[in-house]
């Protein structure tokens, strides 16, 4: 139906990666217009690029003094980013759509999606009475919109972020109407692998869209040719189980590099170039997806990958390293390497 949308949001170009591979996911599987949500930081060739994947790119200028958002941001001007995401109920062309994470992509078809009501969503996986607010159905209206920002001003959001805010909104979401809870399945978490990986053995060859949630995205991972390692932490949990990950290159080398390269956003894909050697599925016998995506593996013997223009991996905060190191996780090669160690040992000493 022409009233139906996926709907996404790329505030920034690194965004923009994320909700290019997210777009020729859906693509693969839905003819469902496709919507994407940009900021007006986004690079003028990032849009022409995004304009290939999406019916629908829409500037939304949270600048203007006009604009309700506007003031509700100067309330709020922690909220940014969260209340850019509210736009998408200001796309009163489609009667009902469904909101994608740039950070998710898409396994299998999921237009049965459009059967569900506002505010259908699937549970956070750190705290199930909320719902996670990467993947949701909704309907677009000024009114809940206005409703939202209203709000947002107000009370802000527990969370710093549109999760809280919209958990706040919709708050019988735990309790009244179990049709508004959508399985994992539609959501599923890549932190899940590794915090339920029984659950993820039995169940994972399911999943229908997985969001890659927390601070390292696919596109900030780089790949070292030489070591044939991915680069970053070394007990990086993504990495136990890095086939989405792979999923998530392997389309992005297939079909997103060759328009980015074309455009200009990547300068040239053949300088650079990191290999993806490291990255080889490990349930490369048993995983639906690998059996599914032929194209998986002729990616990973390609190996090459334009990883070099992404922003290093997030460190880890010392605490955080302190904790891992108390339970014996030692990152040797990486930010607890010799070499590494000794340098702050040394600036201790002086
Ligand atoms: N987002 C964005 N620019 C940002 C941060 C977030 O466009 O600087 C959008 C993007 O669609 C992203 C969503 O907001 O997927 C939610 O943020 P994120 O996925 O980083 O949060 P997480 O799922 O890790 O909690
Ligand atoms: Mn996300």
Same mark, same amino acid.
């Given at each position: 139906?022409?009233?139906?949308?996926?709907?996404?949001?790329?505030?920034? +170009?690194?965004?923009?990666? &994320?909700?290019?591979?997210? &777009?020729?996911?859906? !693509?693969?599987?839905?003819?469902?217009?496709?919507? =994407?949500?940009?900021?007006?930081?986004?690079?003028?060739?990032?849009?022409?690029?995004?304009?290939?994947?999406? +019916?629908?790119? !829409?500037? =939304?200028?949270?600048?203007?003094?006009?604009?309700?958002?506007?003031?509700?941001?100067?309330?709020?001007?922690?909220?940014?980013?969260?209340?850019?995401?509210?736009?998408?109920?200001?796309?009163?062309?489609?009667?009902?759509?469904?909101?994608?994470?740039? +950070?998710?992509?898409?396994?299998?078809?999921?237009?049965?999606?459009?059967? !569900?009501?506002?505010?259908?969503?699937?549970?956070?996986? &750190?705290?199930?009475?909320?719902?996670?607010?990467?993947?949701?159905?909704?309907?677009?209206?000024?009114?809940?919109?206005?409703?939202?920002?209203?709000?947002?001003?107000?009370?802000?959001?527990? %969370?710093?972020?549109?999760? &809280?805010?919209?958990?706040?909104?919709?708050?019988?979401?735990?309790?009244?109407?179990?049709?508004?809870?959508?399985?994992?399945?539609?959501?599923?978490?890549?932190?899940?692998?590794?915090?339920?990986?029984?659950?993820?053995?039995?169940?994972?060859?399911?999943?229908?869209?997985?969001?890659?949630?927390?601070?390292?995205?696919?596109?900030?991972?780089?790949?070292?040719?030489?070591?044939?390692?991915?680069?970053?932490?070394?007990?990086?949990?993504?990495?136990?189980?890095?086939?989405?990950?792979?999923?998530?290159?392997?389309?992005?080398?297939? !079909?997103?590099?060759?328009?980015?390269?074309?455009?200009?956003?990547?300068?040239?894909?053949?300088?650079?170039?990191?290999?993806?050697?490291?990255?080889?599925?490990?349930?490369?016998?048993?995983?639906?997806?690998?059996? %599914?995506?032929?194209?998986?593996?002729?990616?990973?013997?390609?190996?090459?990958?334009?990883?070099?223009?992404?922003?290093?991996?997030?460190?880890?905060?010392?605490?955080?390293?302190?904790?891992?190191?108390?339970?014996?996780?030692?990152?040797?090669?990486?930010?607890?390497?010799?070499?590494?160690?000794?340098?702050?040992?040394?600036?201790?000493?002086?």
């Amino acid at each position: 139906m022409a009233d139906h949308a996926f709907v996404t949001l790329a505030t920034n +170009d690194s965004y923009g990666k &994320g909700a290019l591979v997210l &777009g020729s996911s859906l !693509r693969k599987y839905t003819s469902k217009k496709l919507a =994407v949500l940009i900021a007006p930081q986004v690079s003028d060739s990032m849009r022409k690029v995004l304009s290939k994947v999406y +019916d629908d790119v !829409r500037v =939304v200028d949270v600048l203007d003094s006009k604009d309700s958002a506007h003031l509700a941001l100067l309330e709020r001007p922690e909220l940014g980013v969260t209340l850019t995401k509210l736009h998408c109920w200001t796309l009163t062309e489609y009667t009902k759509c469904v909101f994608m994470d740039a +950070d998710t992509m898409v396994l299998q078809n999921i237009d049965d999606l459009f059967e !569900r009501e506002e505010l259908s969503a699937a549970p956070d996986p &750190g705290w199930p009475d909320c719902f996670n607010s990467g993947v949701f159905v909704f309907r677009p209206s000024i009114e809940t919109y206005k409703q939202l920002l209203h709000k947002a001003s107000e009370e802000g959001s527990f %969370d710093g972020g549109d999760q &809280g805010l919209l958990n706040s909104f919709f708050n019988t979401w735990s309790t009244k109407d179990i049709h508004k809870h959508l399985p994992f399945m539609y959501n599923l978490s890549s932190i899940s692998i590794y915090t339920y990986l029984p659950a993820f053995k039995a169940f994972g060859a399911n999943a229908k869209v997985v969001h890659f949630l927390g601070k390292a995205k696919p596109w900030n991972y780089t790949y070292d040719s030489k070591t044939q390692t991915v680069k970053g932490n070394v007990h990086d949990q993504t990495l136990i189980h890095p086939e989405f990950l792979s999923l998530w290159w392997n389309t992005y080398t297939s !079909r997103i590099l060759p328009l980015l390269t074309e455009h200009g956003v990547v300068k040239d894909a053949s300088t650079g170039l990191k290999a993806l050697s490291g990255l080889v599925c490990s349930l490369a016998f048993s995983c639906r997806f690998c059996r %599914d995506e032929e194209e998986i593996t002729e990616a990973v013997s390609q190996l090459s990958i334009a990883a070099a223009a992404s922003p290093p991996p997030p460190s880890i905060s010392s605490e955080e390293r302190r904790e891992r190191w108390e339970q014996g996780q030692v990152d040797y090669m990486g930010a607890d390497s010799y070499d590494n160690i000794k340098k702050k040992l040394d600036t201790y000493l002086q």
